[in-house]
């Protein structure tokens, strides 16, 4: 393999690594100097601010003071002599006292140095007369006009920085090498289930499914190794329904004759479906014409008629071009992410006035929970509104209709009862086709026409998911079912 994906992260790893070590190297040969002698003249600013605190509160003679000083000078090495204006020494501590005490007497004797408030102290690099070394040095005067060296060896600095940079060198070097070892076995092990993942995947594009994942490291890969065998399993299982749904599609060809006879059938249906209302409109029509009605509510009467017929055709005639269109394969299908309790309360809300007209009581069991199934929004719109509509129209008794979302492992069942009497044994095996009806007078009252269950039968095949009506206890309840997953 030309680029794998182990060398390449073998490569940048070793890239990072070396990268990493040189940039410590650089910074540290650039700037650890720098730093120290930073470090070294905080160290003396600090040790003077401890020198003018004593002088104001005179306590150079102090025990605590005395150890304290003593303690920082060996710990910094460093070196501090305070003398007062007649060269006595006050306090001294550090390995070079006796040289400075020397110096500092022709120091204050010098008319070099002039101190005021504003300017107490010099603060600088410079080289001893008796001892030839660089010294970071502070000479000042105190409140007291006491005056005072602080003194900080340059020497020792230079020392520790080339030692620093000999051992990181060292280090560094040994980092790199350790690290392209462990590199390159940590990047076989990580790309061990990848290259693993590859060659199985190649396999399933060519259809062989028999090669599955073996890893058990459980992480990430494992998953993602555990979701390729089933996915092989389900591609293995669904190339299988394939081929059997090949095999029966010659015999569905056969099936063109019958559903040639269901077409004609149906188209039976629908004019006789058509055919009263169309004479009742013909005939209030021409009463309208004739004049027979004297008085103003009969023409009401005639014209309320009239219109309740034109709706009930045009809700005919649209729940059979939605059927036609779902039994044609002619319907897309547009899936989303529905919440079907927010659904289900619009519905609620829109048919709260035949609620409050047939005195009837409605309880939502998932009021307030947001249950998300995948479905087509409209067409599942459709399912409920037409359950609704015969709980409605078939609700006695109690008159209580109540409406429950349960879920399942992968699916949600929208369950519809309202209480009432039984659909009969006879009746239940027929509910479901076109142009049905249990009791043709009461369809008849409420405009039922036959089709709403039928278009319900048609979309839930269309969902390919489970729908059906059962006799409860007292009264009947229609349910469908939606995947959440």
């Given amino acids: 393999m030309k680029h794998s994906i182990r060398r390449q992260i073998t490569t940048l790893f070793i890239i990072v690594i070396t990268f990493t070590v040189l940039l410590c190297f650089l910074a540290n040969f650039l ?56 060269n006595s020494v006050i306090a001294s501590a550090g390995n070079e006292t006796v040289i400075i005490t020397d110096e500092i007497s022709h120091m204050i004797a010098s008319d070099n140095y002039k101190f005021d408030e504003k300017h107490p102290y010099i ?12 010294f970071i040095q ?104 394939l081929k059997t749904a090949n095999a029966n599609l010659i015999q569905d060809i056969k ?20 055919k009263t209302p169309i004479a009742l409109i013909q005939s209030y029509a021409e009463g309208l014409k004739e004049g027979i009605m004297d008085d103003e509510e009969s023409r009401n009467y005639y014209l309320d008629v009239i219109i309740d017929e034109s709706n009930r055709m045009n809700h005919l005639v649209k729940q059979l071009m939605s059927l036609y269109e779902l039994e044609s394969g002619k319907n897309d299908l547009q899936i989303e ?61 109690e008159k209580l209709i109540r409406i429950e979302i349960k879920k399942f492992d992968e699916v949600a069942r929208i369950n519809i009862f309202n209480t009432g009497k039984h659909i009969s044994s006879e009746d239940m095996p027929h509910i479901w086709e076109k142009f049905y009806k249990a009791d043709k007078a009461r369809s008849r009252d409420y ?23 059962e006799n409860v206890d007292s009264g009947v309840n229609f349910y469908f079912e939606l995947p959440f997953k």
């Fill in 255 to 274: 099936k063109k004759e019958e559903i040639e006879e269901m077409r004609k059938e149906f188209t039976s249906n629908v004019s006789h479906e058509l």
């Fill in 123 to 134: 603060l600088n690099s410079v080289r001893g007369k008796l001892i030839k070394r660089e």
């Fill in 31 to 86: 700037f650890l100097k720098s730093y120290y002698l930073i470090n070294r003249r905080n160290i003396v600013v600090d040790m003077y601010m401890e020198l003018l605190e004593t002088s104001l509160d005179s306590k150079f003679n102090d025990a605590s003071f005395v150890e304290s000083i003593q303690n920082e000078c060996e710990r910094n090495n460093i070196s501090v002599v305070v003398v007062s204006k007649y």
């Fill in 337 to 397: 992410h529905v919440d079907i309790s927010e659904l289900i309360k619009n519905h609620i809300n829109t048919n709260e006035l035949m609620f409050k007209q047939n005195d009837i009581k409605v309880e939502f069991l998932n009021n307030d929970e947001s249950i998300y199934v995948w479905t087509d929004e409209y067409k599942t719109s459709q399912i409920i509104q037409n359950y609704i509509s015969n709980a409605i129209h078939y609700c006695e008794g």
């Fill in 138 to 241: 502070m000479f000042g005067i105190l409140p007291n006009n006491e005056y005072f060296i602080i003194r900080c060896p340059v020497e020792d600095v230079k020392d520790s920085v080339s030692i620093a940079n000999t051992f990181l060198f060292q280090i560094g070097l040994l980092s790199i090498l350790v690290g392209i070892i462990a590199t390159i076995l940590i990047s076989r092990r990580i790309t061990k289930p990848i290259v693993e993942l590859s060659i199985i995947s190649s396999q399933m594009a060519n259809l062989d499914f028999s090669t599955k994942y073996s890893g058990s490291n459980g992480n990430e890969m494992d998953i993602l190794g555990e979701n390729f065998n089933d996915m092989s399993d389900k591609l293995e299982m669904a190339i299988s329904e």
């Fill in 447 to 469: 405009g039922g026409s036959g089709i709403g269950l039928s278009l319900t039968k048609a979309i839930c095949e269309s969902f390919n998911m489970k729908y059906g009506c």
